[in-house]
């Protein structure tokens, strides 16, 4: 069955693509475009930032157990632990029955680290990949030839149910993407700090030079 996705998304930005070409010739390549300046981070936004990644991790994990581990014992002991750490503090926060059960994942380090990476990955080959049809097929395999996959699942699943797990992962986070490239393009969303997504930086320039003026309405500009 073939990878399915926004397929009317990935057109739009497939257009979008072509209609900047003047405003940025080297679209594709986004290391070519000039990176904002931005500010040293500091301690308590490190750290923040840290539990930010943990959450996700642990939010990724409770999908992928819901999809496609199914409770597998041995399986969740590759990607979630029971003994909660500092690092854990922001899941801790969010999980309300904390106190008699671990509703929320916790992930361990290893799955943690995995994850990020695989998350860097994808925001790496996205913004010059995201105008070719089947482009969740090409990010997966170039992840599948990067990645030892092995340790995210137990010996029983072999390395098609890898490519699940991976599946999951960029079809998540490509419509979380999609998501914020749209939010740009409406206006909903700036850019951040330091942001060299050159698709999002195109959507802010597209949002900025055609977004509608308001007026203010009199009785002497009605008309």
Not at 170 to 184: G, P, T
Request: with cysteine; hydrophobic share 35%.
């Amino acid at each position: 069955m073939p990878f399915l996705w926004k397929v009317c998304s990935l057109i739009t930005y497939k257009n979008f693509f072509s209609c900047n070409q003047q405003q940025s010739s080297a679209v594709e390549v986004s290391v070519s475009l000039p990176l904002q300046s931005s500010r040293e981070l500091n301690d308590t936004t490190t750290k923040l930032m840290h539990a930010t990644h943990v959450y996700i991790a642990g939010f990724v994990a409770k999908k992928l157990n819901k999809e496609l581990y199914k409770n597998c014992e041995e399986c969740l002991k590759k990607i979630c632990t029971k003994q909660v750490s500092k690092d854990h503090d922001l899941i801790v926060a969010r999980d309300y029955q904390a106190c008699t059960r671990l509703s929320l994942k916790y992930p361990t380090k290893p799955f943690h680290q995995m994850l990020h990476n695989i998350i860097v990955y994808i925001g790496e080959h996205l913004p010059s990949k995201c105008h070719f049809f089947g482009i969740g097929e090409i990010i997966i395999e170039g992840i599948l030839r990067k990645y030892d996959l092995t340790a995210l699942h137990c010996k029983n699943h072999d390395e098609t149910f890898e490519k699940k797990i991976v599946k999951s992962i960029v079809k998540l986070f490509i419509d979380h993407w999609c998501a914020e490239v749209n939010r740009i393009l409406h206006g909903k969303r700036s850019l951040q700090l330091g942001e060299n997504d050159p698709i999002k930086q195109l959507a802010s320039i597209w949002y900025i030079k055609h977004k509608k003026k308001k007026t203010i309405t009199g009785k002497f500009n009605q008309v």
